[in-house]
């Protein structure tokens, strides 16, 4: 069964700093899409950032960038010029399957510090 | 375009009874999945159902049922309910089954069994 795991229960980063949330996932197929979900206290799960394993680029949007290493199996968040309001907590996830089934982390919450 | 609502906000149950949670799906959309997500926990996968058939299930007891109805909204109903079934229940939405469609998670019901 495929696996998400991430290491890092908690983070902290100072407003302004980069921060970097580590993630790894263990799966035998060949073509899949690993995603960061952003999950605030209201507790809407919002996505950050796709990545199609396919593809070699990593995924960039904004201020948020990802390192994916797929030999590695490894699919790292960096979150450049922190704010306030990137507090919460963050999902690593994967497709399995032909579905859209998501298997999801256990997530790191990241707190920002002014 | 209206984004994926979930009714009621809050539910307290008491153990052995039955719920009902609803969905509604983003306009467009006809694929709709449950997630339970557990208190510190990433969501688990439920089931998904598309286009009123369930496409996929998670490793959940039969108890856990659900609906899709010709509009695409769903319900989750769950029989005999269990003190372990308090959680956030979570629906997501989707254009279909495709694998690299990311889904649009709704707010959640926060359940409460006693």
């Known amino acids: 069964a495929q696996t998400v795991t991430q290491s890092q229960p908690e983070m902290s980063v100072q407003e302004a700093e980069t921060v970097t949330l580590s993630c790894t996932y263990d799966t035998s197929e060949s073509d899949y899409y690993l995603f960061w979900y952003k999950q605030p206290p209201s507790r809407q799960m919002i996505l950050v950032i796709r990545?199609?394993?396919?593809?070699?680029q990593n995924a960039t949007e904004n201020r948020f960038s990802v390192n994916f290493q797929k030999a590695a199996k490894s699919f790292s968040l960096k979150i450049s010029d922190s704010q306030l309001g990137d507090a919460a907590m963050y999902f690593c996830a994967a497709t399995q399957g032909g579905s859209e089934k998501l298997v999801f982390g256990k997530g790191t919450k990241l707190t920002v510090n002014p | 375009e209206t984004g994926v609502t979930q009714s009621p906000t809050h539910l307290i149950k008491t153990r052995g009874q039955q719920v009902t949670l609803r969905c509604s799906s983003q306009s467009g959309h006809n694929t709709v999945s449950w997630y339970q997500q557990a208190l510190g926990q990433g969501p688990q996968f439920i089931f998904q159902y598309y286009r009123e058939e369930e496409n996929g299930r998670g490793n959940f007891p039969p108890r856990f049922s659900g609906l899709q109805f010709p509009n695409y909204s769903s319900e989750l109903n769950v029989n005999a309910l269990e003190l372990d079934d308090s959680a956030l229940y979570l629906c997501?939405?989707?254009?279909?089954?495709?694998?690299?469609?990311?889904?649009?998670f709704g707010p959640g019901t926060r359940l409460t069994v006693t």
């Open positions: 997501a939405s989707s254009m279909d089954t495709k694998r690299w469609r990311e889904q649009y």
């Open positions: 990545q199609e394993a396919y593809k070699q």
